[in-house]
């Protein structure tokens, strides 16, 4: 089974799902060490990384060449914005700022050809002997929920386009703002906003995620979350080497 259907069950069937956000370093074999970890999917940032469409091209490649997911957080709703990565081998899209359907509607029309959609054909869209139909139903949107309005919007959107949403992503720092919370996560409003966002998934039996911590990874799973972006390149080699070096700056001390 590909590493697309794989992913599709598990999103299907609410099963736990990891992946991890990608930001800035830029090396092309990172899908090869991210595949060999077990991750789920990688996530490239393209609406505040330092990344440009260009500059994740090889990794894009080489994720298509040992079938690891990679969607790509675009900039915007523009068709350029969502087609383009598609025709450079993205394996589907995270839309920000989403707060209705009619945004999922126009997004769904930049990422499928026709007759489901109005996407051009060029670059390395299609992979090896797989068909335009088959393009459409692997190509993967996932809708980022990151305001009070998005979260009043959202049972609309699963019901007109659920069938097309591969799962729903909430965003706890833009929500915090939208909620007049000041970069405070854990007010009241912006946390009865995210357990609202978990029960229309529920009641969709929609998959549903945020982005997190390490140390969050246990609360989210508590609230109904199945979808776990977890840390970004940086943090996790930052975890890495602490963790290395206090096991080695502990050795002999339990002794003393």
């Known amino acids: 089974m590909s590493a697309i259907e794989a992913l599709k069950n598990k999103l299907i069937n609410r099963e736990k799902i990891v992946g991890h956000h990608m930001g800035g370093l830029i090396y092309a074999e990172l899908p090869v060490y991210y595949k060999n970890g077990g991750a789920d999917f990688m996530l490239y940032d393209l609406e505040h990384g330092t990344y440009t469409p260009e500059s994740i091209y090889d990794m894009l490649m080489t994720a298509r060449r040992v ?4 969607i790509i957080r675009v900039a915007d709703y523009d068709y350029h914005c969502i087609s383009r990565v598609l025709d450079m081998g993205a394996d589907g899209i995270l839309l920000p700022r ?17 007759p489901k959609g109005k996407k051009g054909v060029g670059g390395r869209a299609l992979k090896p002997g797989e068909t335009i139909q088959k393009f459409n139903e692997d190509r993967l949107l996932f809708v980022q929920i990151e305001s009070p309005l998005g979260v009043s919007n959202l049972d609309e ?5 659920g069938d097309e949403i591969a799962g729903i992503i909430i965003g706890p720092s833009d929500m915090s703002i939208a909620c007049e919370c000041n970069l405070d996560t854990n007010a009241a409003p912006v946390v009865e906003n995210i357990r609202r966002t978990v029960e229309i998934c529920g009641a ?9 911590s390490e140390s969050q990874i246990k609360q989210r799973y508590d609230e109904g979350m199945n979808i776990f972006w977890v840390g970004s390149e940086m943090s996790l080699i930052t975890s ?9 700056k502990g050795l002999g001390q339990e002794s003393e």
């Open 67 to 70: 079938d690891m997911i990679s």
């Open 157 to 161: 959107m699963l019901t007109l386009y």
């Open 240 to 248: 890495g080497v602490r963790k290395i070096g206090s096991f080695v």
């Open 98 to 114: 989403t707060e209705t359907a009619a945004q999922v509607a126009n997004a769904l029309k930049c990422m499928r050809f026709y």
């Open 204 to 212: 969709h039996k929609k998959s549903v995620g945020i982005y997190m």
